[in-house]
């Protein structure tokens, strides 16, 4: 959907980039990346630098910046483009498949978007320019940016150490750090989609998906939250911070 946006306004003068937050690195991207084989800049962050610049704090979001590198829309949720008739894209599982990503599927449904208001917006930026009424000034960008207190800096910090440790193969010793960045930055699903994706608690090509407990043995997981129980918690409908004009 994303690359299929891109072939429509990259004549316009539009380029897209996408960004992978993996600390996987290309372990953990590469093969999304191969098999959706896009014609824009497909990059892997495996430290996160993308969330510690731009406040990036879910997927996907996106920052807006015009041809001369300044930001025009700080980080904010990007649907993906809408699709005909206005219906999501559906999602055919076998019988097979674990109650568990059935009732993630579920959940996911009942997250709350507003593609079209975005899309729209976007391509009038395209076609306008700095004379859109979503291009946003210098000041509105800094006001809309998230503010860092000295908590979220140490999150922050204990997020990147726990990746390190985690390509060191220092698995426990990540874990603690993971969970001292969840406790100090909760607003940052990234954060704790990243810790959760790398226990591997169920063996198949969705293993990276699972992200939560063991059937088998629950006791092992080593975080409070998993995507389903935090998004239950939550509210799918608070899963993403509504997009503003």
């Given at each position: 959907m994303w690359q299929a946006l891109r072939q429509e306004l990259h004549p316009k003068g539009f380029e897209l980039v996408t960004v992978g937050l993996d600390a996987l690195g290309a372990d953990g991207c590469r093969p999304f990346i191969e098999a959706a084989q896009p014609q824009h800049p497909s990059l892997i962050d495996a430290h996160h630098v993308l969330a510690e610049a731009f406040g990036v704090?879910?997927?996907?979001q996106s920052i807006w910046i015009d041809e001369q590198g300044m930001i025009?829309?700080?980080?904010?949720?990007?649907?993906?483009?809408?699709?005909?008739?206005?219906?999501?894209?559906?999602?055919d599982m076998p019988s097979e498949t674990p109650q568990r990503f059935k009732?993630?599927?579920?959940?996911?449904?009942?997250?709350?978007?507003?593609?079209?208001?975005?899309?729209?917006?976007?391509?009038?930026?395209?076609?306008?320019?700095?004379?859109?009424?979503?291009?946003l000034s210098p000041e509105q960008v800094i006001a809309r940016s998230r503010p860092r207190n000295a908590d979220v800096a140490l999150g922050h910090a204990h997020f990147e150490l726990a990746c390190e440790l985690e390509r060191r193969g220092h698995h426990e010793a990540a874990?603690?750090?993971?969970?001292?960045?969840?406790?100090?930055?909760?607003?940052?699903?990234?954060?704790?989609?990243?810790?959760?994706?790398?226990?591997?608690?169920?063996?198949?090509?969705?293993?990276?998906?699972?992200?939560?407990?063991?059937?088998?043995?629950?006791?092992?997981?080593?975080?409070?939250?998993?995507?389903?129980?935090?998004?239950?918690?939550?509210?799918?409908?608070?899963?993403?911070?509504?997009?503003?004009?």
């Open positions: 704090t879910n997927i996907p025009v829309r700080p980080a904010e949720t990007a649907p993906a483009p809408p699709q005909p008739g206005g219906r999501p894209p559906r999602v009732d993630i599927m579920t959940e996911a449904a009942k997250i709350t978007q507003n593609a079209e208001a975005y899309h729209a917006a976007l391509r009038d930026w395209v076609e306008k320019g700095a004379a859109s009424r979503f291009a874990v603690q750090h993971f969970r001292e960045a969840h406790r100090l930055v909760p607003d940052s699903w990234t954060f704790r989609r990243q810790a959760w994706s790398l226990e591997q608690v169920v063996d198949g090509p969705l293993a990276r998906f699972w992200q939560g407990p063991s059937p088998d043995h629950p006791e092992d997981w080593p975080y409070e939250g998993d995507w389903l129980k935090d998004i239950r918690r939550e509210g799918a409908e608070n899963y993403n911070d509504p997009w503003q004009p």
